[in-house]
């Protein structure tokens, strides 16, 4: 299959060298994108507000990484007009086979969005559990200059779902996690959260009380994505100045955050930096 666009914004090597990369944890989440509306006006708002640069890659002139001190964070796609997606930050899962995971996804009563896909670098499924949550499964080499997730990169996804019991044997089985593998992650169940780890790090929290049906994206089952920053009131502020709105802030357990909406209703959330595993509200 050839490349053509996709929730995976970024996933392709944007240098277009062969890179002999470290693989990401088995099982563990390796990259997130936003799918966007104006590519323009996502770089304007994410760049004030979490300071980050872009530059393009092989993916074409609608998509970008996203880069802080030089290193990539995430990608951006405008393509939510296009193929009428949501705007949406959506994480992805690093897996050696994406075909097996697919099946595997399939198998769970879970369903495919989009894929396989295939990119110079990889392949990638985009796809939703059987609650709602949409997340995506990578297959390939990851973005030059990547800070591996286990090694505490710069972003941190959060479960919020139904049962977190329930999403955790889902996950599980499709990411083979605690399958013994001295390459995969492991998963415990810390302070009413599934705690998912890759060796000492965590790499995602799952918890429960998400409300299938409910009409606010935010209470409904979805994964939300945190980038660490310094300041988080201060970037908060920055977020509202430029159109975005507040939904919520605090500290919580695993310190300060704040969840935001970018202008065209994207959900994302700050965290301050230095926080293991992700703060923010209980799920």
């Known amino acids: 299959m050839t490349d053509q666009p996709s929730m995976s914004a970024g996933t392709a090597d944007t240098s277009g060298e062969v890179l002999d990369l470290p693989d990401a944890p088995r099982g563990a989440p390796c990259w997130v994108s936003l799918t966007a509306r104006d590519l323009q006006e996502a770089e304007k708002f994410y760049g004030a507000v979490l300071g980050w640069e872009f530059r393009s890659t092989s993916l074409g002139e ?27 930050w959506t994480p992805y899962f690093a897996v050696p086979q994406v075909d097996d995971a697919a099946a595997r996804i399939r198998e769970r009563s879970a369903t495919i969005a989009l894929g396989p896909v295939a990119f110079a670098s990889g392949r990638a499924v985009v796809a939703a559990d059987r609650d709602g949550a949409v997340f995506g499964v990578w297959d390939g080499r990851l973005p030059g200059g990547w800070e591996a997730w286990h090694e505490r990169g710069p972003v941190v996804v959060r479960l919020r779902t139904r049962d ?12 083979q996690w605690a399958d013994g593998r001295p390459d995969g992650c492991t998963v415990s169940y810390e302070n009413e959260e599934v705690v998912v780890r890759s060796g000492s790090s965590v790499v995602a929290r799952l918890g429960s009380g998400a409300v299938e049906a409910a009409p606010d ?7 939300a994505v945190q980038f ?14 430029l159109g975005g709105t507040l939904i919520s ?9 704040a969840e935001l909406r970018d202008p065209d209703g994207g959900l994302f959330t700050i965290i301050g930096r230095g926080t293991e595993g992700g703060a923010g509200p209980a799920a």
């Open 62 to 88: 609608h998509f970008v990484v996203a880069l802080r001190n030089g290193k990539p964070v995430a990608g951006i796609g405008a393509v939510a007009t296009d193929l009428q997606f949501a705007v949406v």
């Open 164 to 175: 977190a019991f329930e999403a955790a044997i889902f996950y599980g089985g499709v990411l």
């Open 217 to 223: 994206p935010v209470l409904r089952p979805h994964w």
């Open 228 to 241: 660490a920053v310094d300041d988080v009131a201060h970037r908060a502020e920055a977020a509202q100045a």
């Open 249 to 257: 802030s605090g500290t919580s357990g695993q310190g300060e955050y």
